[in-house]
């Protein structure tokens, strides 16, 4: 799938230089080029870090984005305001982290996430970080569901080190262009993370803007995208407390959801709600996960009646 450009062609596009985002702030995106990088603001809706652009000097500020390049896939979400908020764009895969302890593990933010890949053919890990703490054996078992479904599972700890090597080494081998976006709940360790993972790099503290914007804090709008020295790229993301994958409809979170879209039921367009004629979930489905499911299918089939009315 592929996304026509949110900026519309200026008519000094033709005279402009390419570049791509690398890190965002508000409404300033800091953009790289083969001369360097440089502070750039928008002239119309906000670009996103793996944005291909193209931008134009702007004397006093910088730079200006004149335009955004057709998306080849993006990550997005439904805001607390029931508007559709672009985080990424131009992805390989999402890295979807889970703490084993502090936070508790939430199983059905991890599925969002992963209902958001699949809707854009993306590769989709769970990483499980803080594995020091211990894992408890009813997280082990949402793991063991997920990885019966095909999800690979790396187990990181920052403090021992245990897991770095493999995460770096799958990312650099990876088959799928551009970067990884880590995503997760607040609190589970994903700055930290991106700190162990270059340890000879200051990566900011967790919540901070460095420096170079001059300006304050503003964690919920700022991402940043990190080279690995092995090879890949490592898309940082603000942490939130609840998502909802955006475009979704009763059918393709049926259609999406790990394991739900072809179960057997008696008729093929059952959406396994409870009660439904026919509907085989209940003996087929993993309690937990089908829980997940059916809570993210009431919210998908109220968005979709409001919008239909």
């Not at 033709?14 to 995106?29: A, L, Q, S, Y």
């Not at 001369?35 to 119309?44: V, Y």
């Not at 999402?94 to 890949?117: G, H, I, K, N, T």
């Not at 085989?280 to 409001?306: F, H, I, M, N």
């Amino acid at each position: 799938m592929v996304y026509g450009a949110t900026l519309k062609p200026h008519g000094n596009a033709h005279r402009g230089r390419p570049g791509r985002v690398v890190e965002t702030v508000g409404r300033r995106v800091r953009v790289t080029d083969s001369d360097g990088e440089r502070l750039c603001f928008l002239s119309g809706q906000r670009a996103v870090v793996g944005d291909e652009v193209t931008w134009v000097e702007a004397q006093g500020e910088g730079g200006k984005l004149i335009q955004i390049a057709t998306r080849r896939n993006l990550l997005q979400r439904v805001d607390a305001r029931g508007e559709e908020q672009v985080l990424a764009a131009n992805l390989a895969g999402l890295l979807v982290c889970v703490a084993a302890v502090e936070p508790a593990f939430q199983a059905s933010l991890l599925d969002r996430y992963l209902v958001a890949a699949s809707q854009e053919k993306l590769a989709a890990v769970i990483v499980v970080t803080k594995t020091d703490l211990g894992v408890p054996e009813s997280v082990e078992e949402e793991l063991r569901v997920r990885a019966a479904l095909g999800y690979p599972i790396l187990r990181i700890s920052n403090p021992t080190g245990a897991g770095l090597d493999e995460l770096r080494a799958y990312i650099a081998s990876s088959d799928h262009t551009g970067p990884w976006a880590l995503v997760g709940h607040s609190g589970v360790g994903k700055t930290s993370l991106i700190s162990a993972l270059l340890p000879a790099q200051d990566v900011g503290p967790i919540g901070d803007i460095s420096e170079y914007w001059g300006a304050g804090k503003h964690t919920t709008t700022h991402t940043r995208l990190f080279a690995l020295p092995g090879g890949g790229e490592i898309a940082d993301s603000p942490g939130i407390r609840g998502f909802t994958p955006a475009g979704v409809n009763p059918e393709s979170v049926r259609d999406h959801f790990p394991g739900m879209h072809a179960l057997g039921c008696k008729y093929r367009d059952c959406l396994h709600k409870i009660g439904e004629e026919g509907c085989v979930a209940d003996e087929k489905s993993d309690p937990s996960l089908l829980r997940s499911y059916r809570d993210l299918l009431e919210q998908a089939t109220g968005v979709w009646k409001r919008k239909s009315r």
